[in-house]
């Protein structure tokens, strides 16, 4: 992806400037890796309008480009004069795939070509990510001004072992100054878009304009994660050329390595692992490179070749080929958000046209063609005019119909009449010494009167939904129906056995048979605000096969469905849909606790936050490292993890028991649980004894990506969901240890000497990154998988402590049953875990790891209703956390964005007629303004012919 930093240099403009012509003081021009222009310093152009505007064209000038950063443009404009401290613009790095850096050494087209790319994203950075503000205070921000912009092209990487790897890449200076569209120059801004999508359209936009010139001068590409890859460079080879990549991997080790590092990670590592570039001259490093390209027998000058063939019998494309792209752009976008962006579907579009070469002009026509694809409007994100065009699709809208058809449809028979209800329900009350909440009472006398087919309960977080289903339970199993409990997870499924019913997963239910037509049965769903569109609505179908009554449970307000949709909250705001409400919450029994949760519960997030302010620590950050305008996020979160640790090592043994500690993510996570045990093995308190595993960490793909072989890395893991002919049975793994032809060589995870066999990749293949785990006497760890394979049924969620023996690992549950652990295991430590692994849980105490992070209320609503005695909130800081935890998150409705889109459209077309008519009515009134002044002049020219002699001689003219 580009990378994108402010432009700032100890060394003034003068260091910005020698540093981007690859130049030092110590260094000739030639040994500069200026050697690739024949002048010496990085080959280089101008680009953007504003380059134009000021005359700027060609190389760019070493004195022109530093009195630009300064702030002194050509025609004497003086911007540094207004801020003495404004940066001097914005860097953009733009990195060719590692085979076209390795294939450039042989075919100096490639650097044309990367070039092309170039220009092509930096017109889109002028149009869509760079702007400026207008108004007072900054309150309109202005697209598409004449930015200006120096390009300079770096060919060689950081040495890695004093040796250095051919990496062609340009850096795009953004000089800060941008002229508007009233002709005024002034500071720029930076636009990556919504996480960052702007800046992957970019990133798209640069490879797609180079793969289609290189598949029109002959060559093949391949399909990578990332965009695409010279075809008969194989993996090996490409990591071989690419040291500085490891360098940055092995840094990120302890984070799951660069994949599953987050951006400001990956540039943490790239700064911490930087060295000084070693130069040598243009013949010696040429002849170096070529050398190890021959050693490593990359076949650069045979793949030249055959591109010269090709291109002379090169085949037209055909245009299904973009609307293949587009599809599958589609159905990625969509599978996690019913509405996206135009930004997000023509990035993955282009990138699923990359590897064939398809234009940009081809994408986005088929883009406009798309049948399935919806108008979803345009918002203003901030209220200062930086627009997003949405769309969503038909298939969203038709599903979100098709739910609410059949949920407020179907009328049964009740089973109680309300009298009888509320007989059974005085009873039982005094038997037990304690009263039903009034939302309690609502919902057993909704579900057991009610004649509707399907109903809702709505239960805030520790309200005692489960106390409230186990009398529904016990009534319908009392009138002979079989009930039972789905939810989406085997952990929440598990814990609603307690309402007396047999429960199963969500996914385990759909995948079986229907039932026969004879039974009567009652279908509870819990934790259903967490269900996605498409799966209640595969829910929904199966209830009405099985002629079943249906009650959908739970808050919309926690945590949202992982897949696209908001379902059940659509639901509710449905006027057919039939629902009972409790709102009095039991599980805090301290009363400032319980505000806390009751305020969030009501949708009033600022108010729980005000209240939780008392629980709330804000954790001094240090400075952050010379240079640096602002602490890092690996750094905060090193911060506030130790700061956890410190508080959960303070509690007893039995607190500690009794304790949830919450991160938002799992890059915090990992590092809360490793300052946990690190604390606990200096103390003492886990064995000296260990033992290492093999630990696995479930890898999510979209659809549309499990199916193709681009997305999964030598070294991962894969579990078969079905039996592979020629390769193995049903929940056996397999590593990868190759990638080719658009499949998978695979060996088998315990006998990796084996001969690699092929495996297509399919959806029925779950992929996994690897890490070694060590485990020692007293451990707490999670297990992360359901497991059916052992004596015992393991459930993703489940919790256990570590025993070593003779050498090997057990892990004992809370029920006290032990299991052997294998060499490879999907589990992690368990001391820390993630509020989304958390919703459902309660426990006597919570330490919050709160990060300032655009997380969204339900987060917050989780994580700070866990407890029942003890909270405390870690924080970096208090403000930023208000504001990102002041808010709830919902998933918007297909239809809402379809109707946004209708009706701007309808508005649009309404300017545009009453525009035309405006202009037509204009015409017309000059139209007879003129008229009079015209008749006149007829009148007086036909009075002078009168007059005229000639005219009565009757002269012809």
Request: hydrophobic share 35%; with cysteine.
């Amino acid at each position: 992806m580009i990378r994108v930093k402010p432009i700032k240099s100890s060394g003034g403009a003068t260091g910005v400037a020698n540093y981007l012509r690859n130049e030092r003081k110590d260094i000739s021009a030639e040994q500069a890796v200026g050697y690739y222009s024949e002048g010496g310093g990085a080959p280089s152009f101008w680009a953007g309008r504003g380059a134009e505007v000021l005359g700027l064209s060609g190389a760019v000038d070493t004195d022109q480009f530093q009195a630009l950063l300064e702030g002194n443009l050509p025609d004497g404009t003086d911007l540094a004069g207004r801020h003495q401290s404004r940066r001097m613009g914005d860097g953009y790095v733009l990195s060719a795939p590692k085979s076209v850096s390795m294939m450039a050494c042989e075919d100096e087209r490639w650097k044309a070509w990367h070039d092309e790319g170039v220009k092509a994203a930096v017109a889109f950075m002028q149009e869509r990510m760079v702007y400026a503000r207008l108004g007072k205070g900054g309150r309109i921000s202005e697209y598409d001004g004449d930015i200006i912009a120096a390009v300079h092209r770096h060919e060689d990487a950081r040495p890695v072992d004093g040796l250095v790897d051919m990496d062609l890449h340009s850096h795009v200076t953004v000089i800060n100054a941008m002229r508007r569209s009233d002709g005024q120059w002034t500071s720029i801004n930076n636009d990556q878009g919504v996480d960052c999508e702007l800046q992957k359209e970019a990133d798209a936009i640069y490879l797609a304009t180079m793969a289609r010139l290189a598949v029109e001068h002959g060559y093949e590409l391949e399909q990578s994660a990332t965009g695409f890859e010279v075809a008969g460079i194989t993996r090996d080879q490409i990591e071989a050329f690419s040291r500085r990549r490891g360098q940055i991997q092995a840094d990120l080790s302890d984070k799951g390595g660069i994949e599953a590092a987050s951006v400001a990670q990956r540039d943490a590592a790239w700064s911490a692992t930087r060295a000084e570039k070693r130069q040598l001259s243009q013949s010696e490093q040429r002849w170096e490179w070529r050398r190890r390209l021959r050693e490593a027998k990359v076949p650069t000058n045979d793949l030249l070749v055959k591109s010269l063939e090709r291109a002379k019998r090169r085949e037209i494309q055909h245009p299904d080929r973009a609307t293949l792209a587009v599809q599958r752009a589609l159905e990625h976008c969509s599978e996690h958000d019913t509405v996206f962006s135009l930004s997000a579907v023509r990035a993955e579009a282009l990138r699923q046209g990359m590897a064939e070469g398809l234009s940009i002009e081809t994408i986005d026509a088929a883009l406009h063609s798309a049948r399935e694809l919806l108008d979803g409007g345009v918002v203003d994100r901030d209220g200062t005019g930086k627009r997003r065009k949405l769309y969503t699709t038909t298939q969203a809208v038709a599903e979100e119909l098709a739910i609410q058809a059949i949920a407020t449809e179907g009328k049964v028979k009740a089973l109680r009449s309300p009298e009888v209800v509320s007989a059974l329900l005085a009873q039982r009350q005094q038997a037990q010494g304690w009263n039903y909440s009034d939302g309690q009472i609502e919902a057993i006398q909704m579900a057991l009167t009610g004649k509707e087919q399907h109903q809702g309960i709505v239960g805030a977080a520790g309200a005692g939904k489960t106390t409230s289903m186990a009398v529904i339970v016990e009534h319908y199993r009392q009138v002979g129906y079989e009930v039972i409990g789905l939810a989406p997870s085997a952990k929440a499924a598990a814990e609603l056995q307690s309402a007396g019913c047999q429960t199963q997963t969500l996914e385990s239910f759909l995948r079986s048979k229907p039932t026969e037509a004879s039974r009567k049965v009652l279908y509870i769903v819990d934790e259903a605000g967490m269900v996605s569109r498409r799966d209640l609505l595969r829910f929904y179908r199966r209830a009405q096969q099985d002629r079943a009554r249906t009650l959908a449970v739970g808050d919309p307000r926690q945590l949202l469905a992982v897949q696209a949709g908001n379902p059940f909250e659509q639901l509710l705001r449905c006027n057919g849909f039939r629902q009972a409400s409790i709102t009095q919450i039991n599980r805090q029994k301290d009363k400032a606790l319980l505000a806390i949760a009751e305020a969030f519960a009501r949708g009033d997030a600022k108010e729980g936050l005000r209240l939780a302010d008392p629980y709330l620590r804000e954790v001094p950050l240090p400075d952050p490292a010379p240079g640096q305008k602002k602490l890092d996020k690996p750094a905060k979160q090193e911060v506030l993890a130790r700061a956890a640790a410190a508080s959960y090592l303070r509690l007893s043994s039995e607190e500690r028991g009794q304790t949830l500690v919450l991160a938002a993510s799992n890059g915090t996570r990992r590092v809360a649980n490793a300052e946990i045990r690190r604390g606990l093995i200096e103390r003492g308190e886990l064995g000296r004894e260990s033992v290492r595993i093999t630990a696995l960490d479930k890898v999510s793909l979209s659809v549309t990506h499990q199916g193709q072989a681009a997305f999964y890395r030598p070294g991962q893991v894969v579990e078969l969901g079905r039996a592979e002919s020629g390769v193995g049975e049903r929940g056996t793994r397999w590593k990868i240890v190759g990638i080719e032809n658009g499949k998978l060589q695979v060996v088998p995870l315990q006998a990796e000497a084996k001969v690699p066999v092929n495996l297509r990749p399919s959806t029925q293949l779950q992929l996994y990154d690897v890490r070694p785990m060590e485990l020692r006497e007293g451990d707490q760890v999670l297990f992360r998988q359901n497991d059916k394979s052992r004596d015992l049924d393991l459930r993703n969620g489940d919790d256990a402590v570590i025993a070593i023996q003779n050498g090997k690992a057990f892990a004992t549950l809370r029920d006290g049953k032990s299991i052997e652990l294998k060499t490879s295991e999907v589990m992690d430590y368990g001391y820390c875990r993630t509020v989304h692994a958390s919703q459902g849980a309660t426990v006597d105490r919570a330490i919050v790891i709160a990060e300032s992070s655009r997380a969204g209320a339900n987060l917050g609503y989780v994580a700070l209703s866990r407890e029942k005695h003890h909270l405390e909130i870690l924080t970096d800081d208090k403000d930023k956390l208000a504001e990102s935890w002041g808010k709830y998150v919902q998933q918007e409705s297909a239809r809402e964005a379809a109707m946004r889109g209708t009706l701007q459209t309808a508005r649009d077309q309404a300017r545009e007629v009453i525009a035309y008519q405006m202009a037509h009515a204009r015409a017309e009134e000059r139209t007879q303004r003129k008229t009079p002044k015209r008749e006149k002049a007829r009148d007086t020219l036909t009075a002078h012919k009168q007059r005229s002699p000639a005219y009565d001689q009757g002269i012809v003219w």
